[in-house]
């Protein structure tokens, strides 16, 4: 909850409160003016609310619900699904560059084109991961991928770098194309990985593809109003 505060307000105690008396909070169905039914200390009856949408839980209750999920620096209003805070993945450590090359992609004879390149070498799984201690491996590395040098390509790339420094480009998991586990593998926001050709279907031309990226950020909390 530290990662994400500043975004809920701790009310009060509550037995000060009058309106607070007559609602149960959404998740352990207790008054919220008693204490919350995940903890039974003196200070299980604070109550925080959330300054977006303005729905009222137990401090503990929000705690207990943020600690069994990913504890990504994210939490969802549970009422109305309302996002708070900042989503972070657990991306391993590698390296991120780009630069122009002078060449165009199918579809976008007009510009020249961005090359980012990945490169995550093998390592050992944190506690952030699904098997902590035991190595990954890394495939495929370094990985190039292709954008438009254009306004939007460019747009993209910028809030690929914020997806990157966040950790959500890749994960560590079982690699669908080859079944191989504990591997490094792509996590949800695609890339094109093939220059010239389309031969794998991560290629070009592909109109769609810049705004299904965008898209595929916006999934993960990365949007323009991050730039
Ligand atoms: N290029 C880009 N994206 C791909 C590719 C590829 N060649 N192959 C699969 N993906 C996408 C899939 O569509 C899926 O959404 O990555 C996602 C995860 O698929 P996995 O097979 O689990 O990913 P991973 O093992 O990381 O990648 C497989 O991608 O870049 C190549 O060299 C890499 O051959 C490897 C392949
Ligand atoms: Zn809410």
């Given amino acids: 909850?530290?990662?994400?505060?500043?975004?809920?307000?701790?009310?009060?105690?509550?037995?000060?409160?009058?309106?607070?008396?007559?609602?149960?909070?959404?998740?352990?169905?207790?008054?919220?003016?008693?204490?919350?039914?995940?903890?039974?200390?003196?200070?299980?009856?604070?109550?925080?609310?959330?300054?977006?949408?303005?729905?009222?839980?137990?401090?503990?209750?929000?705690a207990a619900m943020y600690n069994s999920g990913p504890k990504d620096g994210s939490l969802q209003c549970p009422t109305c699904k309302a996002i708070y805070g900042v989503k972070h993945g657990n991306q391993p450590a590698g390296s991120m560059d780009y630069h122009v090359i002078p060449y165009s992609l199918p579809g976008y004879r007009e510009s020249e084109t961005i090359r980012i390149i990945y490169n995550i070498p093998p390592g050992t799984q944190g506690p952030e991961h699904p098997h902590p201690g035991k190595r990954y491996s890394a495939r495929g590395f370094p990985r190039h991928c292709y954008l438009p040098n254009n306004d939007e390509g460019r747009k993209a790339l910028r809030l690929l770098i914020i997806a990157w420094d966040r950790r959500l480009l890749f994960t560590i998991g079982t690699s669908a194309t080859t079944s191989e586990p504990n591997t490094v593998t792509w996590n949800e926001i695609h890339h094109k990985t093939e220059f010239g050709s389309n031969l794998t279907g991560h290629g070009y031309p592909d109109p769609q593809y810049l705004d299904n990226l965008l898209m595929e950020l916006g999934t993960q909390g990365v949007t323009e109003a991050d730039l």
């Fill in 1 to 62: 909850l530290s990662l994400i505060k500043g975004k809920i307000h701790k009310l009060i105690m509550c037995n000060s409160i009058i309106f607070l008396s007559i609602q149960d909070c959404p998740i352990c169905f207790e008054e919220l003016c008693s204490n919350s039914g995940y903890e039974e200390n003196k200070a299980s009856s604070v109550v925080y609310k959330l300054d977006k949408c303005g729905h009222v839980f137990h401090k503990s209750c929000l």
